[in-house]
């Protein structure tokens, strides 16, 4: 059995793959390796290119992932498919350096450690020509990753390291696996003081293919943040859900006063129309955001939106008779407003998460139509 499994996930990545698992062989010369590229069905043809190589090394396997996306995922269930003692995860586009992984494996044995880190601010570490804005944003990210681990690394942000079989075992259970950062949900969800060391190596530019890296991923990163703040306890996509619906009451308040101050519109008709406003916007920003693995599009969209209509009518039926029971008992009005708001959108979320895009998903599946799966 190898010692050392290389888990390689790509999306689109076709023309890296062969470069890569090339600088692999040359790097890891004499060491005893496998590797385990994890494609989620990328349609340039990835695996394909991939099985093409492992069919003349019997230490390359490929795992194809139909229907889901999602790298945190792809890294696990890429080191899980391995019996290796100890597992690397490094990107497949050749910006990490893959001649560190002797010494990386080399310090994690002799060291004892959990986990060894390709970082680009450690000893001879550099972000090499990664543009400000990038470097700004790690930076960014590794402040608001300090709110969810002690641990004293100087990359948090890395997406290559090696760790030690036993120490993912420990920590596979719980973690978050939502979006890039598969270190720093390891890290986080550890409970004991986890062993770290570090490599320094220069970040490459990408010369081929395309940055996975967007406006979603950012998003899918606080999502990580707040789950492991929140212990697993609140869904992240209620949080998610929440934060919207607060944005939709500044966007109803603020369209109200327009049409009441500057239209001057009767009271209950600007605020019949700003309702409206405001649910629309919130509908569309839950499609493309919270509930974004089982968008709905087409004839489906519109038919979710008449749902969301209302799901949201009776939510806020069930908000101002819940604050109106608590008054009657002489609560405090914003214990009995803020208990309203709380029931209210727990019942939006809910029937919106279980009715408005699960169902509709359902129906899209008994079509025969193919449909993105949630990620975990
Ligand atoms: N299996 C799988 N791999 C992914 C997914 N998203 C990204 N990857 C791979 O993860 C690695 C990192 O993604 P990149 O887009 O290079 O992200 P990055 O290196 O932080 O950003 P750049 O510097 O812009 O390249 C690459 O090897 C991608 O092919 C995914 O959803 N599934
Ligand atoms: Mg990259």
Known sequence: M???AIVLPTYNERENIGPVLSALQQALEGLDYEVVIVDDDSS???AAAARHFARHDSRIRVIQRINRRGLASACVEGMMASSAAYLAVMD???QHDERILPAMLAKLKDEKLDVVIGSRNAGGGSMGTLPGQRVAL??????VGRLVTRADVSDLMSGFF?????FLEEVVRSLSLTGFKILLDMLATSRRPVKVGEVGYTFRPRERGESKLDFLTGLEYLELILDKITGNWIPTSYLVFGLIGAGGVLVHLLILRLLLVIAGMPFLQGQA????IAMTVNFVLNNRLTFRTFRLRGADMWFG???FYLACSIGLRINLKTAEFLRDQQISWYMAGGAGIILGSVWNYWVSSILVWRVTRRRLAARGRQ??????
């Open 2 to 4: 190898p010692e050392l």
């Open 44 to 46: 340039d043809g990835t």
């Open 92 to 94: 497949s586009d050749l």
């Open 138 to 143: 790690s930076r960014f990210g590794k402040k």
């Open 162 to 166: 090696v760790v030690d079989r036993r």
């Open 273 to 276: 129309i700003a309702s409206v």
């Open 305 to 307: 939106l008449a749902l």
């Open 371 to 376: 449909t993105p799966l949630d990620v975990q």
